[in-house]
């Protein structure tokens, strides 16, 4: 079965400073998607970015990337140029890229980040 | 606008009760499924639904059931609520097996709910 650790239950950063969330899954099988998604104090959860497995090209979305290493089985995402509405929790997925029948989309536990002005 | 709707949004029940929450999305997404939210857990899977007319247990089941009489809803049943059920629960649908990949899950905006 598969599993997602995101190993930093809470960071905080300076508004405009970089951050990095670590995330590391664990899966036997060679293709899959993994996703990060936001969840401001709103609770809406919003998806952030996606990565294809096959792809070697890390995802990049804005002010939003990922480093993919899949030998690692690692999924950070980092955040530049970090904006006080980047304050969240921030949830990293795995999803097989051809699911079978009882496959689910599985949640890491959780970062929650704060940007401090 | 196109999306999955949660009702209600919040709720406080009292111990014992029997409450149903309600999930309906637009998207004809086959897949849906239900999570609960508590601090230092996470997303929790609940129960899940493939398509229309079947359901699956998730990882944390009990007390719960759930229907899939049609593709656009899939309520969700607390027969005698505990307080322990106390949590945010969010209903979420994707294309779901079988279907083009690379599809995310797309969420309700959750139910708070206070077993008291």
């Known amino acids: 079965a598969q599993t997602v650790t995101q190993s930093q239950p809470e960071m905080s950063v300076q508004e405009a400073e970089t951050v990095t969330l670590s995330c590391t899954y664990d899966t036997s099988e060679n293709n899959y998607y993994l996703f990060w998604y936001k969840q401001p104090p709103s609770r809406q959860m919003i998806l952030v970015i996606r990565q294809e497995a096959y792809k070697q090209q890390n995802a990049t979305e804005n002010r939003f990337s990922v480093n993919f290493q899949k030998a690692a089985e690692s999924f950070s995402l980092k955040i530049s140029d970090s904006q006080l509405g980047d304050t969240a929790m921030y949830f990293c997925a795995f999803m097989k890229l051809l699911p079978l029948r009882d496959d689910k989309i599985i949640f890491g536990k959780g970062t929650r980040l704060h940007i401090l002005p | 606008i196109a999306g999955i709707t949660q009702a209600p949004t919040s709720q406080i029940l009292a111990a014992g009760r029997r409450m149903t929450l309600r999930c309906t999305q637009d998207?004809?997404?086959?897949?849906m499924y239900w999570y609960r939210q508590d601090l230092g857990l996470g997303l929790r899977l609940i129960h899940y639904s493939n398509t229309a007319g079947t359901t699956g247990k998730g990882e944390v089941p009990d007390g719960y059931s759930v229907s899939r009489a049609n593709t656009d809803d899939f309520p969700l049943t607390l027969a005698s609520a505990v307080p322990s059920q106390t949590s945010v629960y969010f209903c979420a649908s994707s294309e779901g097996p079988g279907h083009s990949p690379g599809t995310e899950a797309f969420f309700g905006q959750g139910t708070r709910l206070t077993v008291v």
């Open positions: 998207m004809r997404h086959n897949a």
